[in-house]
């Protein structure tokens, strides 16, 4: 069953407007980590961000901000006046903490952004 | 050398052709992984190394290979590939298999074309 639903296929905004990424997740443990990566069109996953489950505070990085609520079981990612530079695959993924995932990341499908001038 | 390094970018191989993906990260990690993304599709783990012991193999068919000599190279072994076998190959790592340390630093991966 997939752990990780990136519900938007792709998103398309002109430069400047803001753009929230969805992402929900599935899971029976109590503590485990959210992440974010970027992959732009040069095939890199960048890491953006790790969040645990005991810490639901947003958090703000420049222009990027994390939405954290464990009562909808979502990390919302929005990217504040989107540049062109922004135009990636961001991907969510989970990393549970019990004994037989061993902490791996789970991946969603993905969203890709597109940011035009 | 910084991060995580993947060697070649680009590799076209024919189905007979027996040819080895290299990474080397530099960042003093444990844990190694070996992912393929093909498009349209989700991320797949195929292999993790944990102190250069293997921890998974997700049901990866015989031909492809991992090797491990040490906790900064990872090499994945390719042989008789399929036309499917196409695809993006990524290399991670990260300081710990689990735990506040396991966020995984990406290589930029080496693109695959089987003919």
């Known amino acids: 069953a997939q752990k990780v639903t990136q519900a938007q296929t792709e998103i398309s905004v002109v430069e400047k407007e803001d753009v929230t990424l969805d992402c929900v997740y599935e899971t029976r443990d109590t503590t485990y980590y959210l992440f974010w990566y970027k992959q732009p069109p040069s095939g890199e996953l960048v890491f953006l961000i790790r969040r645990n489950s005991f810490d639901e505070q947003n958090e703000i990085s420049g222009r990027y901000s994390w939405n954290f609520q464990k009562s909808t079981s979502s990390f919302n990612f929005t990217i504040t006046a989107s540049q062109v530079v922004d135009s990636a695959v961001y991907f969510c993924a989970l990393s549970e903490a019990t004994t037989d995932s061993w902490g791996k990341l789970q991946f969603g499908a993905g969203t890709q952004v597109v940011v035009t001038p | 050398e910084t991060g995580v390094t993947q060697t070649p970018r680009h590799l076209v191989m024919g189905m007979t052709n027996k040819k080895s993906l290299k990474c080397e990260q530099h960042l003093g990690h444990n844990a190694m992984y070996w992912y393929k993304q093909s498009a349209k599709k989700p991320l797949e783990l195929m292999f993790v190394y944990s102190l250069e012991e293997r921890v998974e193999n997700n049901s990866v068919p015989s031909r492809f290979s991992p090797e491990c000599p040490n906790s900064s190279h990872l090499f994945l072994h390719l042989h008789t590939l399929q036309p499917e076998d196409s695809a993006l190959y990524l290399c991670?790592?990260?300081?710990?298999?689990?735990?506040?340390?396991?966020?995984?630093?990406f290589g930029p991966g080496t693109r695959l074309t089987v003919l």
């Open positions: 991670a790592s990260s300081q710990e298999l689990a735990g506040v340390y396991n966020e995984q630093f």
